[in-house]
């Protein structure tokens, strides 16, 4: 192996935070048809998201940590199993709590062993460029609504949605077993300064790192960013339907956001390497929350593509910042715990949206106030993200307990 192969640590990520992040957001394209096959409510459908990032945020702290004792390979091997697993006994549900129980919890378990620990590595491998790295990685989570979603929603079309989940659960078992093999730790040789410091230092104390400024600011915003998006993007087909969009046209919305989220991250990835992290997450975050108070005036299927531009492109290009930012705060050899931390409390964040949502389409028959309250989130993210200490200076400890 040589620093050559990191491009190939990107390919791998990119494929499995697709291939995992599409299927468990898929949910937002069965959840009219299984209500429909099977008299449950959305609420309790939604709960299942629910459960998802709530194990996700949990799982992704211990995979984090996992991989930085035992490197990523294992730990993407083991979310690879699982989730195929998980999808083909979620579509044998016979009941809403068999459902609950395989799609909220193990879907989200097996989720959440590639996004932290693949964020984790390929910051490892990247000296330069590491913000467009990782944003490449990320970029899986974009392509996602380009393939899963129309994928899924043409199988329920051809077939009937428990079909159409086992096959999508047996492709990932096809798709992401051979891409986790490939997954490697960083060659001994290499030359990252910030590893070489790290390894003639002793790590700091973790009680120390998430009482710290630079964590608070970083789990927070991060829990208030994803707080805003979640719901509007998991009810984003069923409010676009309710707006009179035909279903293939409304799931054809999501995939321009994931569209416009791979262009975000690029974009906002490539700005961040060049002037800074954190002035780019607060404008992405701005954006954000402006384009959800958007959605209240829209109705028409030229405007949500509109609208699906600027925000996917928001909400896609700050994600992969944070763990830039946990890179650059707190060093190599703790980043996978660090940023599995962070990772659970916006876990937390994003399992509001979806059950919030689903509460308040099930009482008021519309989603204005979901838009309105997922908006002013988004405005307080902004502000929490102005309060983030300075960066280290180059070649300075990246994070003194002291």
Known sequence: MNTSYRWVIVASGALMTCVALGAMFSLAIFQEPIASDTGWSHVGISSAMTLNFIVMGIGGFLWGAASDR????????IGAVVLGLALVLASRAGSLLQFQLTYGILVGLAASTFFAPMIAATTAWFDTNRSLAVSLVSAGMGVAPMTISPFARWLITAYDW??????IGISAWVLLLPAALLVRRTPAESSDSDTTLSAQSAAPSLSKVFK???????????????AAHSG???HMVNYATICGIAPMAAVSIYSVEGLAGLGGRLLYGG?????????????GLLVQAIVLAAYLFVSQLGEFYALAVIFGSAYGGVMP?????AREYFGPRIIGTVFGAATMLSSIGMAFGPLIGGWIFDTFNNYSWLFIGSALVGLGA???????PSLPAKNKPVFDPA
């Open 321 to 325: 910042l944070y763990a830039v930012l």
């Open 212 to 226: 710290s400024p630079q964590f608070l600011v970083l789990g927070f915003t991060f829990f208030a960013c994803c």
């Open 382 to 388: 902004a502000a929490i993200a102005l309060a983030f």
């Open 232 to 234: 509007p993007i998991f």
């Open 70 to 77: 035992f490197g990523p390979r294992i730990v993407v091997l």
């Open 162 to 167: 428990r079909t159409a989940m086992l096959i």
């Open 271 to 283: 700005l961040a390497d060049r002037i800074g992290v954190k002035p780019v997450l607060i404008a």
